[in-house]
Structure formats: C-alpha cells, structure tokens
C-alpha cells in the first residue's frame, strides 16, 4: 500500500510513503536453512514477531537463528535452502496487515 499525504503539521508539504511490507535480514554471514511452517492457516503462514523463521550456519559451524523483526503474513523466502548468505541480507519478506 503506498499513500502520499499532504501533513499540515511539517513546516513543508510533501509525501509520505507508507509501506505494508517489512524484511527479515539474516544476523550473519553462512549458508541460510528455513524452518517449516508453524501458524499455518488458509491465508497462508502467520509469522509472529520474534520467532525463528530460519538459521544461518557460519564458517566455523554454529548456527544462528533468524528471528523476525515484526509479525505478518509470509509472502516467501527469498533464498532457497542452504544458500550463501551475508549478513543483514534479507532472506524473507512479510506483509503486515
């Protein structure tokens, strides 16, 4: 959803852009493992926010988890499983309302 406003309350109009869909970044560097689904439902996966949605296993083996900035609807991963990952790459995509 984008909407452009005119706020009399800044010192200038102008645009506002509101954006509905939010990224899940990975915490670092590795190759990127998704969870299965957890709330599924007929809408599709309801992520709530904090949860694991996936890992990151680093050079050295350990794995760290993804976790989910927000909650939302998941609209898709958007690396598939075990692809290189960099840290802060986004490897999945939500949509809040």
Same mark, same amino acid.
């Given at each position: 959803m984008i909407s452009w406003t005119d706020n %009399?309350?800044?010192s200038a109009p /102008?645009? %506002?852009?509101v954006l509905e869909e939010r990224l899940v970044l990975a915490?670092?560097?590795g190759r990127f493992c998704p969870?299965? %689904?957890?709330? !599924?439902t007929s809408e599709g996966? !309801?992520?709530m926010e904090g949860q694991v949605v996936g890992s990151v296993t =680093? =050079?050295?083996g350990q794995e760290v988890p993804v976790r =989910? =900035?927000? %909650? /939302?609807?998941?609209?898709g991963y958007m690396l598939p499983y075990g692809a290189p990952?960099? /840290?802060?790459?986004?490897?999945l995509w939500l949509r809040r309302k």
């Open positions: %009399a309350t800044d /102008g645009e %506002a852009l915490p670092c560097s969870t299965p %689904a957890k709330p !599924y996966e !309801y992520v =680093s =050079s050295n =989910s =900035s927000f %909650a /939302g609807w998941m609209m990952v960099r /840290g802060s790459e986004p490897v």
